[in-house]
Every structure is written in structure tokens, then in C-alpha cells.
């Protein structure tokens, strides 16, 4: 069975410059979820989905970020206007029932 | 929502004995706890987990311990080899979809 699987795997920003994060969830998942880990701490939701629904995105930075799944079932996350504090590994993940699996992950350094 | 506190944050073992990672949680209404180990450059993977209508829960030199009236759970790490040294996250979720709340990570070292 393939794992989630993110794009790209790095990326590397000045300040003010915009980018998209892409994820497939694992086949037949229906809950997505996208969260930031700051190196050498634990992951933070962001947000998540189910299906193409939004259930949470209470701590997105709602006016640079932006998430969506139109189909339910791939997803994009956008930052605009990356900060320097944005640097982070940005994971997806997905589930179905119980547990929880987590994609490689798209390191961003804004410089 | 909720507050996970994972210790310690170091934890530096002989090869062959034990680990021990000890984490609390406040939301009482928390009802799956999972286990993660990262590996440098990779992705958070799912090495055990247990449901609040356990209290013990045991896999492959793995044991997961909770306690819901002190509202701790634990990993145990039997006879630890060089492979186990890794990032390690406890998490929870009170509610429906899986919502985790991760701990701020263990740094496990073994050393030969």
C-alpha cells in the first residue's frame, strides 16, 4: 500500500514570496490533515479534512495561509507572504478510523 | 482541546537495557494515544498505539502503559538497540477524527 505522499520535499524562500505544498493521502482515507513542525519539536495541526470538508483550521495563520481539498482527496497548502518564522517541516497526513500516517514531509527554510 | 507533556526530553540508555517515556495529558475526554518514531530527515511513523478501554499494550519489545485516573500514558522500550535511537512523540486525541496533540518529543540515544 502507498504511503502519503508529499511535494515537494524542499523548499527553499526570501521573505514575501509565496508557495504550495502538495499531498496524496493514502487511498480510501478520508480524514487529511496538514501539520508544521518546527525543528526539533512536536508536529502542530494546522488543519484538517474530511473528505473535502473543513473541520478545523482554527490554527491556520488564516490571512497567509490558505488549505484546501476540493475533490477530497488530494490537498494543497499555500503560504503567502512566507515570514522567516515559517520556517519549519510542513507534514501531511492521513487517516481512516484509527491511526494515523504521516507523508515525508516538505522542509521549508525562508531566508 | 488539549496539552500533552512529554519527559524527558533527553533520555541516553546503555544497548540491551531498558527506556522508559513517561507522558500527561489534561483533556479527560482523550480517548486514543498514540506512539511516533521520527528518524532524522524522515516522517513521523506509527510504532504503537492503545485506546482508553486499555490499559496495557504490548508489540515487538514495545509496551504502552495508561492510566486514565492519573491521566498518563508510558512507553517501554525492552532490550533497546542501536536502531531504536530516534526522535520519539507521544500524542492524544480527544475527540472524533483523530485530532493528535502531539508532546514536545524525547531525544532516545543507545549507546553500544
Known amino acids: 500500500e502507498a504511503g502519503v505522499t508529499q511535494s515537494p520535499r524542499y523548499a527553499v524562500l526570501q521573505e514575501g514570496q509565496a508557495v504550495s505544498f502538495w499531498c496524496d493521502p493514502i487511498?480510501?482515507?478520508?480524514?487529511l490533515y496538514w501539520y508544521q513542525q518546527p525543528r526539533d519539536q512536536g508536529p502542530q495541526l494546522l488543519v484538517y479534512?474530511?473528505?473535502?470538508?473543513?473541520?478545523?483550521n482554527s490554527q491556520l495563520p488564516s490571512d497567509r495561509f490558505s488549505a484546501v481539498r476540493p475533490k477530497g482527496t488530494n490537498s494543497t497548502l499555500k503560504i503567502q507572504s512566507a515570514k522567516q518564522g515559517d520556517t519549519a517541516t510542513y507534514l501531511c497526513a492521513s487517516s481512516f478510523l484509527w491511526g494515523v500516517f504521516f507523508g515525508k514531509g516538505t522542509r521549508l527554510t525562508v531566508v | 482541546g488539549e496539552q500533552v507533556e512529554q519527559l524527558p526530553s533527553i533520555l541516553r540508555v546503555q544497548e540491551g537495557s531498558s527506556a522508559s517515556i513517561n507522558c500527561t495529558y489534561e483533556?479527560?475526554?482523550?480517548?486514543?494515544f498514540p506512539w511516533y518514531k521520527q528518524e532524522p530527515g524522515e516522517n513521523p511513523k506509527l510504532i504503537i498505539d492503545?485506546?482508553?478501554?486499555?490499559e496495557r499494550k504490548q508489540t515487538q519489545g514495545l509496551i504502552v502503559l495508561l492510566d486514565k485516573k492519573a491521566k498518563r500514558f508510558s512507553l517501554h522500550i525492552t532490550d533497546t538497540q542501536p536502531g531504536d535511537s530516534a526522535m520519539y512523540f507521544c500524542?492524544?486525541?480527544?475527540?472524533?477524527?483523530?485530532?493528535?496533540?502531539f508532546g514536545a518529543g524525547t531525544r532516545l540515544a543507545v549507546c553500544p
Open positions: 492503545i485506546r482508553s478501554n486499555m
Open positions: 500524542a492524544a486525541n480527544p475527540g472524533s477524527f483523530n485530532k493528535l496533540t
Open positions: 483533556n479527560s475526554a482523550s480517548n486514543y
Open positions: 479534512f474530511r473528505d473535502e470538508a473543513v473541520i478545523d
Open positions: 487511498s480510501g482515507h478520508d480524514t
